[in-house]
């Protein structure tokens, strides 16, 4: 009776900065890889960032595919291991990293330098300037305070913006 084989991803730890070489050299020995990038966002030109750094995934069938090229392929570190046996990766979590790459990056609510008035919070009703976003939910803005400007970390749905609509923003409640 023989037993069925089954590819797993595994995961490999590269050589500093070296994600994209051992990649394309597994690449190279017929090897399937997975390196999950964040698209750069910033349009200016940059390359993609790698989401984590110094690793990809590489996709193994443990009885059948000869590793031992693995270690010594350019670029490549290690397979990362608990004890001596390589630790596969679960199929649902390439799965789930791919689909939400793959999600439409959301258009910034505001942009750097637009001005916001506040609602909601200490800060109620107050002028600031955007800054940046802080996340999904949090958002840094310039407040004038003391008569110094501070950078104040506040939830976004607490900010309306008064460029587009100057009358728009005393509606603009928060939840």
């Not at 990809?56 to 046996?85: M, Q």
């Amino acid at each position: 009776m023989t037993s069925l084989s089954i590819a797993r991803w595994y995961l490999i730890q590269t050589k500093p900065r070296q994600e994209s070489r051992a990649e394309d050299n597994l690449r190279r020995q017929d090897f399937e890889c997975y390196r999950p990038v964040k698209p750069n966002a910033a349009g200016n030109g940059k390359a993609d960032e790698a989401l984590f750094p110094g690793y990809l995934f590489i996709r193994l069938d443990r009885k059948l595919d000869n590793w031992y090229p693995i270690r010594s392929t350019r670029g490549v570190a290690r397979v990362v291991a608990f004890g001596s046996e390589p630790t596969p990766v679960r199929d649902e979590l390439i799965e789930q990293l791919r689909q939400r790459l793959a999600a439409p990056s959301q258009k910034p609510q505001f942009e750097p330098g637009e001005k916001v008035q506040l609602h909601g919070g200490s800060f109620n009703e107050l002028e600031a300037i955007f800054v940046s976003a802080d996340g999904e939910k949090r958002s840094v803005i310039l407040l004038n305070l003391l008569q110094r400007e501070q950078k104040v970390r506040v939830p976004t749905r607490y900010l309306c913006s008064t460029a587009a609509h100057p009358g728009l923003a005393l509606a603009c409640r928060a939840d």
